[in-house]
Nanobody
Framework: QVQLVESGGGSVQTGGSLRLSCASSGFTYSRYYMGWFRQAPGKELEGNAAISPDGRTAYAAPVKGRFTISRDNNKNTLSLQMSSLNPEDTAMYYC?????????????????????WGQGTQVTVSS
């Protein structure tokens, strides 16, 4: 049974930082692309960051330079370090996993048809 469990969300003020984590089980984690997505109220789901099995990363323009994605293939965990947060970052954040493929990680991030999804963790940034 595949499980992706996010943690680390919360409320912070503008300029603050948060670190999200995603614990994975039930699939061969080290072979999967991993990513972080978010959905704000009234808006569509969007990709933030993705990382390939061998550690190549891709970021969406709104978060590039502020968010850092990382993975630990020994512990089957994914992290997202978020800094310089602003109210536009307020959203539900989801961890996702996608099967191995030849697609560059940048293209993986642009798609929303990933195989497995977590339940999400809420991030709220107040001004």
């Amino acid at each position: 049974q595949v499980q992706l469990v996010e943690s680390g969300g919360g409320s912070v003020q503008t300029g603050g930082s948060l670190r999200l984590s995603c614990a994975s089980s039930g699939f061969t984690y080290s072979r999967y692309y991993m990513g972080w997505f978010r959905q704000a109220p009234g808006k569509e789901l969007e990709g933030n960051a993705a990382i390939s099995p061998d550690g190549r990363t891709a970021y969406a323009a709104p978060v590039k330079g502020r968010f850092t994605i990382s993975r630990d293939n020994n512990k089957n965990t994914l992290s997202l370090q978020m800094s310089s947060l602003n109210p536009e970052d307020t959203a539900m954040y989801y961890c996702a996993a996608d099967r191995p493929s030849a697609l560059p990680v940048q293209l993986k991030l642009a798609t929303l048809t990933w195989d497995y999804w977590g339940q999400g963790t809420q991030v709220t940034v107040s001004s």
